[in-house]
């Protein structure tokens, strides 16, 4: 872990030189205040951090690229703020990224919707150890809960579907346990207003079979 922390320290002082060097350079010849304007220029940055990017994300391919580029080691190795001589956030591409970034309409919701579920379980998982850890966070249950606490009107990222369904049938299969038959549709049935709460509905609780007189 030692070596790793080294080597990434060492790439990221790399990095910062390489983007102080390409500002120097683009800078060379220079006098006075036009030095000072030419290392604050956004432009002149934004070109030396691409380069700085093009240099650490070397040999990929495809979205592999992006995700290079946007990962936060790469972008706190070419937009330190202690190399650079003006506040590299204003520069889009040293901004951090956010996994709702670019989406629009539902499938922002969505996203956002299945992002607040992750940090709902995890808030809610607080202070578990080992395995505990585990268990707690793929709790089906758990999840659904905060599937409903924090429900969206669209159509629920996978996580909740999934989820909220094996809950309910979780239910269902304890309420009715050892039933029989046309009893244990009779059973389901009378069950729904207990396993079928929340705002979130599920296939299990829109069924509408007709039952037998």
């Not at 629920?156 to 309420?175: H, M, R």
Request: net charge negative; glycine share 8%; with cysteine.
């Amino acid at each position: 872990m030692a070596r790793a922390l080294v080597l990434g320290l060492v790439v990221a002082l790399a990095s910062a030189e390489t983007v102080n060097d390409c500002i120097e350079s683009k800078c060379r010849g220079c006098g006075g205040e036009q030095c000072q304007l030419c290392r604050e220029d956004k432009n002149t940055i934004s070109a030396c951090v691409s380069s700085c990017m093009d240099t650490i994300c070397e040999g990929c391919g495809g979205e592999q690229c992006q995700l290079c580029r946007e990962d936060a080691k790469t972008i706190e190795s070419c937009c330190s703020e202690q190399v650079l001589a003006i506040v590299t956030a204003e520069i889009d591409m040293c901004k951090a990224k956010g996994p709702c970034d670019g989406l629009y309409g539902a499938e922002s919701l969505q996203c956002v919707w299945e992002e607040s579920v992750k940090t709902c379980v995890e808030t809610s998982c607080k202070g578990c150890a080992g395995e505990q850890c585990q268990l707690c966070r793929q709790d089906a249950g758990r999840i659904a809960s905060c599937c409903d606490d924090h429900y969206h009107s669209v159509d629920p990222p996978q996580i909740c579907k999934d989820s909220k369904e094996e809950a309910v049938t979780s239910c269902f299969d304890s309420k009715c346990r050892g039933c029989g038959g046309e009893q244990c549709q009779l059973c389901r049935e009378d069950a729904k207003s207990e396993c079928c709460t929340g705002a979130m509905r599920t296939p299990s609780c829109e069924s509408s079979k007709a039952l037998l007189p």
